[in-house]
């Protein structure tokens, strides 16, 4: 989140120059799996599951990032009206940045996910920020 948080000061959401030096290249590299532990190519996974800092509540949130459903879910513990809002705007930095990230690093044509007919990308752009879904009923 330190280098969506980065990106997001340095770029708008319009902005085509994403392969820029720097936190911006690292991002890149991550994608393609040139950063991970596992130096895995997110291309190749479904799902990436990563953990969310909330710096305002000293919170975590699992977070997970989902290709096929062109979708983050969020899995929170704390449950409150105003909580969600605070968790829900370090989200959207996220949702904002990863999908010109996945079009800077040609992710869609990597993955085979025809974007003109799949259910979940067929009416957005591609700039278009990833849907949010809190999941309820956590045990």
Not at 17 to 45: C, D, K
Not at 114 to 138: G, I, M, P, W
């Amino acid at each position: 989140m330190n280098i969506i948080r980065s990106v997001m000061q340095v770029y708008s959401v319009d902005d085509p120059n994403l392969n820029a030096e720097g936190q911006e290249s690292h991002l890149n590299e991550y994608i393609n799996g040139f950063r991970m532990h596992a130096a895995v190519s997110w291309h190749t996974v479904n799902n990436i599951f990563t953990h969310v800092n909330i710096r305002e509540k000293h919170h975590w949130v699992l977070a997970i990032l989902s290709f096929p459903e062109r979708c983050i879910f969020l899995y929170d513990s704390y449950e409150s009206s105003s909580h969600y809002a605070v968790v829900l705007s370090e989200i959207e930095e996220l949702a904002a940045i990863i999908p010109l990230y996945l079009k800077a690093c040609n992710f869609y044509e990597k993955k085979d996910i025809d974007l003109h007919n799949h259910s979940r990308y067929k009416d957005k752009d591609l700039s278009d920020l990833f849907d949010v879904l809190f999941e309820d009923d956590l045990p």
